[in-house]
């Protein structure tokens, strides 16, 4: 992984599936992953299934990140990811890795501890 394509919050961008439907302009993969990620309160199609990736300054931008707090906070602080962050640990980022799981949670500690 390129520095560029991994997220502040430590995400891999490069192999994100809306950013690969988006680069191979794979209509299958866009459907699947609509399907995968949609809930109740977070309704997708197809369509929405495009990203340059967190840290490109351009669109399309899948509409999660588009969003992300923690994406705008990052950047504000010219930090390279969460991990380089010294307010790691805010409400923002717990915030978000409360619900993408423990393993985000590691990614980042084991950066923080190469650091
Ligand atoms: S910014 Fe885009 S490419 Fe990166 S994780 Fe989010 S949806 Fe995937
Ligand atoms: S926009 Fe937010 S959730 Fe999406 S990859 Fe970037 S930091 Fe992570």
Redo the contacts with the bound molecule.
């Keep these: 992984m390129t520095e560029d394509m991994m997220?502040?919050?430590?995400?891999d961008?490069a192999n994100?599936p809306a950013h690969l439907a988006w680069k191979q302009d794979d209509d299958e993969l866009r459907a699947k992953q609509a399907a995968e990620w949609a809930s109740p309160g977070f309704p997708l199609t197809a369509k929405d299934i495009n990203c340059v990736g967190?840290?490109v300054d351009a669109v399309p931008?899948?509409k999660?990140?588009?969003d992300?707090?923690?994406?705008a906070y990052?950047s504000s602080r010219g930090v390279m990811t969460?991990a380089h962050c010294e307010d790691y640990g805010c409400d923002t980022l717990e915030g978000?890795l409360q619900q993408?799981g423990v393993e985000l949670r590691e990614k980042l500690e084991k950066m923080r501890s190469a650091l």
Excluded: D, I, N, Q
Aim: glycine share 10%; hydrophobic share 35%; aromatic share 18%.
């Design positions: 997220a502040y919050c430590g995400l961008c994100c967190c840290k931008k899948f999660f990140c588009s992300c707090g923690v994406r990052a969460c978000w993408a």
